[in-house]
């Protein structure tokens, strides 16, 4: 096992100075308080791994928000309390945040009801958690800080690259640890142990995945759709029956390798350019997920998530228009036809990127997915030099007129006919002549 030493060690190297210095007051408000404070969960996890994660969950043995508004008196944060859940929110200056939570079991007084929340010992707060990798915790106070509590052996979990729940009725209790832990298999490279394999494969049969929300099943493979390759938990869901639950026929049977490895390197490639504009990867992915189903088998899985309103349309309208648009582009490439980079416009432009991003990845014609990504590093951007008052000194009244000329000098300048500030003025004053009711005022 760890010594408490060697986790010191840890905090010291792998942190940032102005984390190693928020942990240490936060150790020296619990000695104040006379309470025990600990990291716990995920940072933990991690940092025994070596993987940066900035999620910092304490947990106070005592009053958790009583004890933020004393580390916000001596600090220089801000506190958001949430009462019913007996947690709070440090916010610092420079916006990072630090979760506090009291130490607690929760039971519920009747079936359905709140819970109840009461102060409890660290054990039994870290017994509630899904995974033993997420059981660990590390002391903060002064005289402890940086030893290591490990209760349920997560230290030789992680060792074994092993995914394990603590106790028989996790998987029932919270059936979202079925997505989570098939998440964390991926993300990590491990794998769930064999009882609880089994403890996940009773759950399905038994129909639990049944009583988690909407929202809740739609967020956890958002979730997953985030993780940089998100084909192999994928695959582990379909296999584990977890996609035919959402929808009989949702499945990754039918993508290839290909599909997911197109989306991700579409995604990369649009990141790396515009590292300014991202976009929501997991659309992509998602996009990808659904490419087989039709119109009404997406509606259903729509409703099924309980999707909020613009990802219905996103998937609804969006995706159809999308789907239309990429078969045109696909016959058009097949022809050979010559396109104008207006053309190319005109079809493309009022599709969100993420669903150009699809369609490249989607697309099994070099040609089509050539002319978007055109799109994308070319044109979707070109906006005409001329603006309202140009046209206004040119003696133009203004009115929807106005949309038509700005769009067909956009046009022009797509396929490279008026290139100046001067061409376009050329342009209107010839192609509109007719509109202008006095004497150009240049
Ligand atoms: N947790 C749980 N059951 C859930 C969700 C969360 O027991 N359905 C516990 C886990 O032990 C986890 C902690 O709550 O460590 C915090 O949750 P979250 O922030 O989602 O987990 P992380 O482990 O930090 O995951 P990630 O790295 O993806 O943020």
């Not at 819970?115 to 010992?121: F, R």
Request: with cysteine; charged share 25%; glycine share 6%.
């Amino acid at each position: 096992t760890l010594k408490k030493r060697t986790v010191a060690h840890l905090l010291r190297n792998q942190l940032r100075d102005s984390l190693q210095k928020t942990l240490s007051t936060i150790g020296a408000v619990g000695d104040a308080l006379g309470r025990s404070v600990f990291v716990v969960g995920g940072f933990v996890r991690d940092l025994l791994l070596r993987q940066e994660n900035f999620d910092v969950d304490i947990v106070v043995e005592g009053d958790g928000i009583a004890f933020a508004e004393e580390y916000a008196r001596r600090y220089d944060c801000r506190v958001r309390a949430h009462k019913k859940f007996a947690t709070a929110v440090l916010i610092f200056a420079d916006g990072f945040k630090v979760d506090v939570a009291s130490a607690r079991t929760e039971y519920y007084l009747e079936p359905g009801a709140l819970p109840t929340v009461e102060n409890a010992s660290i054990k039994l707060d870290l017994y509630r958690r899904d995974f033993t990798i997420n059981t660990l915790a590390i002391a903060l106070n002064g005289p402890h800080f940086g030893e290591l509590l490990d209760y349920f052996g997560g230290q030789n979990d992680l060792r074994g690259k092993a995914i394990r729940v603590l106790h028989n009725l996790s998987f029932v209790e919270d059936p979202t640890r079925m997505f989570r832990a098939i998440r964390f298999e991926q993300r990590l490279g491990f794998q769930m142990g064999r009882h609880t394999v089994h403890l996940l494969k009773s759950a399905v049969r038994m129909g639990f995945l049944d009583k988690i929300s909407g929202p809740r099943v739609f967020n956890e493979l958002v979730l997953i759709f985030r993780e940089s390759d998100p084909l192999p938990a994928m695959r582990r869901l379909d296999e584990l029956g977890l996609l035919a639950f959402i929808h009989p026929t949702l499945s990754v049977r039918h993508l290839s390798d290909g599909t997911f490895a197109a989306a991700k390197q579409a995604v990369d490639w649009y990141e790396l350019l515009y590292t300014g504009e991202r976009c929501q990867r997991w659309k992509v992915f998602f996009l990808c997920l659904l490419s087989d189903l039709d119109h009404g088998e997406v509606q259903q899985i729509v409703q099924r998530l309980a999707m909020p309103p613009q990802c219905e349309e996103f998937f609804g309208s969006e995706r159809d228009a999308a789907t239309r648009i990429l078969n045109q582009i696909e016959w058009r490439s097949m022809q050979s036809y010559r396109w104008r980079d207006s053309d190319i416009h005109a079809l493309l432009k009022d599709l969100p990127v993420e669903a150009l991003l699809y369609g490249m990845a989607i697309t099994e014609h070099e040609e089509a997915r050539r002319t978007i990504s055109h799109f994308i590093t070319h044109l979707r951007h070109v906006k005409c030099l001329l603006r309202g008052h140009d046209l206004q000194s040119l003696g133009l009244a203004p009115g929807p007129i106005y949309r038509e000329i700005f769009d067909a000098l956009l046009d022009v300048r797509l396929d490279g006919q008026v290139v100046t500030r001067e061409d376009e003025l050329q342009f209107v004053t010839n192609r509109y002549v007719e509109k202008i009711e006095e004497k150009p005022s240049r």
